[in-house]
């Protein structure tokens, strides 16, 4: 089993900046990507930002050249850079992991999220 902790959100005036931090805990050595979702109102949960093991990125269009996502593979924990906040970036972001050697399978474990305002 892996246990993720978020930590990081809040309230921010639009424009602004916040970092958020994720922690992997346990069996780590099963999870390769982490990453962020999100799940704006009536809508699908969206991906944010995911980083592998190997320190590739994918970013979601709404946030691309806005957010960056980081790793510190020694202390397996991921975090997210945001800034130029927007209002419309206000949700619960949470921490994913997929595991090691199914990665078409997405997260399967998660944190369980931090709520980050974006006032206007």
């Known amino acids: 089993q892996v246990q993720l902790v978020e930590s990081g959100g809040g309230l921010v005036q639009g424009g602004g900046s916040l970092r958020l931090s994720c922690a992997a805990s346990?069996?780590?050595?099963?999870?390769?990507?982490m990453g962020w979702y999100r799940r704006p109102p009536g809508k699908q949960r969206e991906l944010v930002a995911t980083i592998t093991s190997s320190l590739i990125t994918n970013y979601g269009d709404s946030v691309k050249g806005r957010f960056t996502i980081s790793r510190d593979v020694i202390k397996n924990t991921v975090y997210l850079e945001m800034s130029s906040l927007k209002p419309e970036d206000t949700d619960v972001y949470y921490c994913?992991?997929?595991?090691?050697?199914?990665?078409?399978?997405?997260?399967?474990?998660w944190g369980q999220g931090t709520q980050v305002t974006v006032s206007s």
């Open positions: 994913g992991a997929a595991p090691r050697g199914m990665p078409s399978i997405g997260p399967i474990y």
């Open positions: 346990g069996n780590t050595h099963s999870i390769d990507a």
